[in-house]
């Protein structure tokens, strides 16, 4: 960490402050100029105690990190993307674009076995689908449950599609763990750590959703919690953040792929239903994101929107998603990835 001091600091306030990152376990080497003196404080911030505290100090102006705090996330130079084995052939971060799709939530048997048969024959091959589903209102649709996770299984063993759905609770984790290929976290609980922690000990790949108004080193924190815990298959998920436009439901932070892509070694997902909340605005979000690099989409679909039990406005059905699938492979080839 570099602590920077005030312009003209005194020599005895200047030692108070090497004397003080020494003592914190640094090594401290002061570099003093015309006007201002810097302390180079030498040593590993993720075990040493933090030195943010001596902007406390009156005589320091800021302290300044070096190290980045999410070390296990980010990419080395030179280091390839993460590759995760969601079982079943199914690997995320290499050549191939991985596409998810499924309804927003699990709502019978019928609906969720021809939503599978549907995708699979369209191209995708992870199954989404909500069994619990977070809700703002106490009166919404909150989900089937453990008959969701049921009814998931039943689709997975007749199609073979990999598995992915959302775990709300500690309480549900190996509930949710015991049928799930992916264990997603959302946009609501991406730092409820405890949550993260539990479900980065079960082993399961996790699906980490940027929260509504996270910002990047956040959610690249978020992820650093399943990594320190040893679980290394951990996919970002943007999904829209909160602004101040109304036009869309939240917006497409694309932007955020691109650097998340550079800065991390993670596999990136993209949802462009939650992003956009209208069905019409999703083949195109898809386009933009596999043009950029993603490393999959994960889309809802409905065999009839209009009676969906939640966001039907922003689920595909299957005319579209199968119109969105043929749309999506030039852009893919255009990034030099298989689809």
């Not at 978020?222 to 679980?231: F, H, R, T």
């Not at 800065?263 to 950029?292: F, K, M, N, Y």
Request: net charge neutral.
């Amino acid at each position: 960490m570099i602590v920077v001091l005030r312009p003209h600091s005194p020599p005895d306030q200047i030692q108070s402050v090497i004397a003080e990152v020494e003592r914190l376990g640094y090594r401290a080497h002061s570099i003093t100029g015309e006007v201002q003196t810097v302390i180079a404080a030498i040593g590993d911030e993720t075990t040493h105690h933090t030195l943010d505290a001596l902007s406390a100090l009156p005589q320091v102006e800021r302290v300044l990190r070096v190290q980045k705090r999410h070390k296990l996330v980010s990419r080395l130079p030179g280091a390839a993307t993460t590759v995760i084995d969601a079982g079943g052939g199914v690997r995320i971060g290499g050549p191939r674009v991985v596409m998810m799709a499924g309804p927003c939530s699990v709502e019978s048997e019928e609906q969720i076995l021809s939503t599978a048969r549907a995708v699979k024959a369209a191209g995708a091959t992870v199954l989404r689908g909500g069994a619990f589903k977070p809700r703002t209102s106490p009166y919404e649709f909150q989900g089937l449950g453990a008959e969701g996770l049921r009814l998931l299984d039943l689709a997975r063993r007749e199609t073979g599609l990999r598995i992915v759905t959302e775990v709300l609770s500690e309480g549900d984790v190996d509930s949710v763990a015991a049928v799930a290929d992916i264990l997603q976290i959302g946009a609501r609980n991406a730092q409820n750590f405890r949550l993260l922690v539990a479900a980065a000990k079960t082993g399961r790949p996790i699906l980490l959703k940027r929260g509504m108004s996270m910002k990047m080193d956040e959610w690249f924190l978020a992820a650093e919690y399943i990594l320190s815990v040893g679980n290394p298959n951990v996919m970002l998920c943007e999904r829209g953040i909160r602004t101040f436009e109304t036009a869309t439901r939240n917006t497409l932070d694309l932007a955020a792929v691109a650097l998340a892509k550079r800065e991390t070694h993670l596999p990136i997902i993209v949802d462009p239903s939650q992003a956009a909340g209208r069905a019409d605005l999703v083949p195109a979000l898809c386009a933009g994101a596999v043009a950029l690099g993603a490393d999959g989409l994960i889309v809802e679909v409905h065999p009839h929107p209009a009676e969906a039990m939640s966001d039907g406005q922003q689920q595909v059905d299957f005319a579209l998603f199968e119109e969105l699938m043929r749309g999506i492979a030039p852009f893919a080839a255009a990034a030099k990835r298989e689809w």
